[in-house]
């Protein structure tokens, strides 16, 4: 069993940045794949971006070169570095913990990006 809360969601103007943040309830070592999700309306969810437990980092095309995930091994957090933000990238992001067997969400924080 795993939890996972998110935070920093918000509101940011076009080009700017925002830093997610995602506590995990136990070792995010012993958490196979660590990953950021996000849904737009009327969309799909998809993944952002994921980190493995070996360090292993995933993106969608999109956001290459724009998003960094890391991770605190002694807070058990992962975030999501978000710059030269994209009215595109306006959606609802979640946090997800795939520990091989299950799969564990978060509740969710909004990003606007949004003159």
């Known amino acids: 069993q795993v939890e996972v809360v998110e935070s920093g969601g918000g509101l940011v103007q076009p080009g700017g940045s925002l830093r997610l943040s995602c506590a995990a309830s136990?070792?995010?070592?012993?958490?196979?794949?660590m990953g950021w999700h996000r849904q737009a309306p009327g969309k799909q969810r998809e993944l952002v971006a994921s980190i493995s437990n070996g360090g292993i980092t995933n993106y969608v095309e999109s956001v290459k070169g724009r998003f960094t995930i890391s991770r605190d091994g002694a807070k058990n957090t992962v975030d999501l570095q978000m710059n030269s933000l994209k009215p595109e990238d306006t959606a609802v992001y979640y946090c997800n913990a795939d520990t091989g067997w299950n799969k564990y969400w978060g509740q969710g924080t909004q990003v606007t990006v949004s003159s």
């Open positions: 136990r070792s995010i070592f012993s958490i196979a794949i």
